[in-house]
């Protein structure tokens, strides 16, 4: 081989290890997991199925962790089975209390049920910082006390708050790391938390601090629907149920299901179920998130058939989470 050859045969060489030792590093910032809110799997005939579907999804998608948005199961015997489903995922698992995991349990109590490392807290995952929040707090214009065995059934301007001992740890979380962050809760923090506008400014004042896009998305649950939407700088998403929307008056379920499992399942009179899970599947990148969701149909009648809006309130009654792309 001449000297000429030589040279293209080391450039070429050199060229083909450069695009696959990028090609390697970018895969291994690729970070991905499953999430799911609303489950209600006690309350809904086909719990354990819907359960199982979301369980088998992240295996078949190789997900590093999987995470759930509240409103999940008791802590009872009866289901223990929703749990165990939940554990046989092989890799890391993470709750958030829902205002319906507090109905029949105090904090302590569903957070050592549940073995989760505290009713808020955060973790490491690759490139990024994960923060869990609780926004089940009561407040009566003097003091904050935590939902605890259906105390919440209060005016709703007096419930759903970050407690001010979880906002400064917000503060101090965010400002140990240097990691992008994305935030999960039960209540919407740009739509439902009453001091959701507090938290999006101590998230707003960190990017600011820092000089980049350093909190980035945020995740909720709770309003059993589906939207995304940017407030200043940060996308925040809305996990629909992965069960069923809560419509509040009677749909007409006698068509929907046989009486026995109606007397059984008394939520299903108020409420329109999916026929299938929904849930999500969530590749995050240092340029963005590839957000992958589901898509079922409302078990007739549908709100059409029974001459719906295609909104409940400022939520819009849908039967998916809609698949986005986020640019970071």
Request: with cysteine.
């Amino acid at each position: 081989m001449n000297k000429k050859n030589d040279f293209i045969f080391k450039a070429i060489f050199v060229a083909v290890f450069v695009v696959c030792f990028c090609s390697c590093t970018e895969q291994e910032k690729t970070l991905k997991f499953a999430i799911a809110s609303d489950f209600h799997a006690s309350d809904v005939p086909d719990g354990k199925e819907r359960m199982d579907s979301f369980i088998k999804a992240a295996e078949s998608e190789n997900v590093d962790f999987i995470i759930e948005l509240g409103d999940f199961c008791r802590l009872d015997s009866v289901s223990q089975i929703y749990r165990d489903l939940w554990n046989s995922f092989e890799g890391d698992k993470y709750h958030v209390i829902g205002n319906h995991d507090m109905d029949k349990y105090t904090p302590e109590e569903y957070v050592n049920g549940m073995g989760m490392p505290g009713r808020y807290y955060s973790f490491d995952k690759g490139d990024f910082h994960f923060i869990v929040l609780d926004g089940n707090n009561l407040y009566d214009g003097e003091k904050f006390t935590h939902y605890a065995k259906a105390n919440y059934y209060v005016d709703m301007k007096k419930r759903a708050f970050i407690d001010p001992e979880q906002m400064e740890w917000l503060k101090n979380d965010l400002a140990t790391t240097d990691k992008k962050c994305v935030l999960f809760s039960h209540q919407s923090i740009e739509q439902v938390m009453n001091n959701g506008y507090e938290v999006r400014q101590i998230l707003e004042e960190e990017n600011k601090r820092v000089g980049f896009k350093k909190v980035v998305l945020a995740f909720g649950g709770h309003n059993h629907s589906n939207y995304t939407k940017e407030i200043n700088g940060i996308t925040y998403m809305q996990i629909n149920s992965a069960s069923y929307v809560w419509v509040g008056e009677p749909t007409q379920t006698e068509k929907r299901y046989p009486k026995e499992i109606n007397e059984k399942y008394p939520l299903l009179k108020y409420s329109m179920t999916y026929d299938k899970a929904l849930y999500a599947i969530v590749t995050l990148t240092a340029d963005g998130a590839d957000i992958k969701g589901t898509d079922a149909e409302f078990i007739p009648p549908t709100p059409k058939d029974l001459n719906m809006s295609d909104s409940l309130g400022v939520f819009p009654l849908v039967s998916f989470i809609k698949s986005v792309n986020v640019t970071f």
